[in-house]
């Protein structure tokens, strides 16, 4: 789907808004002058872009992908509930994020349009998790080994946010 925006063109029109096509939407959009074919980077344009972002629902049982359209300056958080589309009603639990991935980093909070991959996962299994971590003897038990990862990645966290 071509977008149409009325913008002044640098080239032909540098006082009156004139048609332009949007090619790329987002922090540095693309745009085409529709008068004098002119392609170049308006500055300060601000446009609503859709993005998709992957969510890695991290549930015990059967681990799922799905992808969410979200919007470009959108600012997502840890411990947000997150809203799939295409999800079966018995799969339909409240998701919450627990991670948000940029790059290759892990970080409480960022805008969709940073985003890599969302982290979630069904809040009754959170509850779950947390439960069985207070009454858990031995750290290192057959199946905890997912959790251990996620609170040493919370660690980390927490050590980045002391040391910043
Ligand atoms: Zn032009």
Redesign the pocket.
């Known amino acids: 789907m071509t977008q149409h925006i009325k913008i002044e063109?640098?080239?032909?029109?540098p006082e009156e808004k004139?048609s332009h096509e949007l090619i790329k939407l987002g922090i540095s959009p693309l745009v085409h002058?529709?008068?004098?074919?002119?392609v170049y980077v308006p500055f300060g344009l601000k446009t609503p872009e859709k993005i998709s972002v992957r969510v890695f629902v991290n549930r015990i049982e059967k681990p799922f992908t799905r992808w969410v359209k979200l919007t470009a300056g959108e600012l997502l958080c840890e411990d947000e509930e997150i809203v799939l589309d295409n999800v079966k009603v018995s799969d339909g639990e409240p998701f919450i994020i627990t991670s948000l991935q940029v790059g290759v980093r892990r970080v409480p909070s960022a805008h969709a349009e940073e985003l890599d991959t969302i982290w979630a996962r069904p809040l009754n299994e959170i509850t779950f998790a947390k439960r069985r971590k207070i009454r858990q003897k031995h750290p290192i038990s057959p199946g905890s080994i997912r959790s251990v990862a996620e609170i040493s990645a919370l660690a980390e966290y927490s050590k980045a946010v002391q040391e910043s």
């Open positions: 063109c640098p080239s032909c029109s004139v002058c529709l008068e004098c074919g002119l």
